[in-house]
Every structure is written in structure tokens, then in C-alpha cells.
């Protein structure tokens, strides 16, 4: 069976500072990965999605950043982190084909 | 890009009333529309979903419709339990892309 892993569960991290959320999966070969983020009472939307190895697509410009090193490995970061960048980022895969999108448990950022 | 609204907001029923909750999509492309549920601090998780070949699909208490003609689509819950609280999304797919509506947090007063 196929599994999402994504670390941590919690962060808090000062103003300025990098940050690395990773994301891996178990159980499938060639996942469609996509990182959202969901701010306090906001919807879900997506950041980043990658259709392969080294393959990402940015929807919204701002500073973080996207990385797919591994095929089931996928990997958001930032260089320096702003206050608005708190929220609730999830990560999730899924087949190419028309069918569920899987999520992680999720990493809830507190940028202080 | 693909733009999805969804709509209510929020949305208060009384147990055993429906619930409905609708959403557009902007980009005609788009062929397959699953909905989700999220419950309180965990994942959001799949609960039905409908491709662009059918119009509507039912499981139990809840029910899809699509009209891709006017490019919406709605979720129905009838029979509404405590437990149907939660945020509900939809979303719409195109190629890989997959966006999703702003939520809908749904209460179920007893």
C-alpha cells in the first residue's frame, strides 16, 4: 500500500531564518506531488506541484521554493521566512490518472 | 489558470436537514472534481468525486451534480449527522494541475 510521510508535524521558526519541509512517498512509482498551504480559516492552495524528477511548476510567486531530488521525494524551502508565511502546509500525491489525491498529516509553520 | 469559488462560506444545519454546497470552475478543460472533507486539525480526505462523463454520483447520504455546460458542480449531504461537521472542499482538475475552492466549514447543530 501506498504512503504519504511529512515532517514535522510542528515548527516554529523566527523571522528570517530557512526553512525545510520535506515529503516523501512509499508504495508508487512516478506520483504527481503538490505542496499547499492553508492559512487560519482559509482554503487550501497550492504552491507547488511536480510531475517528475527535477519537473515543478510554481503558482504563486513569493519566497519559497520547490524541489523534487528523488522521484517520491518532495521538498519545500525558503531562504529567509516572513511572518505571513505561517499556516498550515500539506503536502499530497497522486497517479496521473483521475483518482483520490492521498495528503500528509501536514506541518503547521508558526513564523515568530 | 484554473480558478474554483466555492460557496457557502460557512453553512449551520439543523441534524437530519440537507446540506448543499456549490462551486464553479473557470477552466473548461478541467475533468475530474473530487470533494473533501477535513475535520479539525487532521488531513483533508477524500469523500466523492466525479469525472467530466457523468453528471451526477451518489454514495450513501451524499450526492455530486455537474454541469459542465455552466462549468458548476455541487456536493449534497442529506440526512445530516453531528459527525458531518467539518470543512468541505472542492476541487477541479486539469491535466496535473489540481486547485482547490476556499472551504466550506460546516456545522450540524443537534
Known amino acids: 500500500s501506498q504512503t504519504i510521510h511529512q515532517w514535522p508535524a510542528t515548527l516554529v521558526q523566527p523571522v528570517g531564518s530557512p526553512l525545510s519541509l520535506e515529503c516523501t512517498v512509499e508504495g508508487t512509482s512516478n506520483p504527481n506531488l503538490y505542496w499547499y498551504r492553508q492559512a487560519a480559516g482559509r482554503g487550501l492552495q497550492l504552491l507547488f506541484y511536480?510531475?517528475?524528477?527535477?519537473?515543478i511548476s510554481s503558482e504563486v510567486p513569493q519566497n519559497l521554493s520547490a524541489s523534487r531530488p528523488q522521484d517520491r521525494q518532495f521538498i519545500l524551502s525558503s531562504k529567509k521566512l516572513l511572518l505571513s508565511d505561517s499556516g498550515f502546509y500539506l503536502c499530497a500525491w497522486k497517479r496521473t490518472e483521475n483518482t483520490e489525491a492521498f495528503f500528509g498529516q501536514g506541518t503547521r509553520l508558526t513564523v515568530v | 489558470g484554473e480558478n474554483v469559488e466555492q460557496h457557502p462560506s460557512t453553512l449551520s444545519v439543523q441534524e437530519g436537514d440537507s446540506a448543499v454546497i456549490k462551486c464553479t470552475y473557470s477552466d473548461s478543460a478541467s475533468n475530474y472534481f473530487p470533494w473533501y472533507k477535513q475535520e479539525l486539525g487532521k488531513r483533508p480526505q477524500l469523500i466523492i468525486d466525479i469525472r467530466s462523463n457523468v453528471g451526477e454520483k451518489k454514495d450513501q447520504r451524499i450526492a455530486v451534480t455537474l454541469n459542465k455546460t455552466a462549468k458548476h458542480f455541487s456536493l449534497h449531504i442529506t440526512e445530516t449527522q453531528p459527525e458531518d461537521s467539518a470543512v468541505y472542499f472542492c476541487a477541479a482538475k486539469r491535466e496535473y494541475k489540481l486547485s482547490f475552492g476556499a472551504g466550506t466549514t460546516v456545522t450540524v447543530r443537534a
Open positions: 511536480s510531475v517528475g524528477i527535477g519537473q
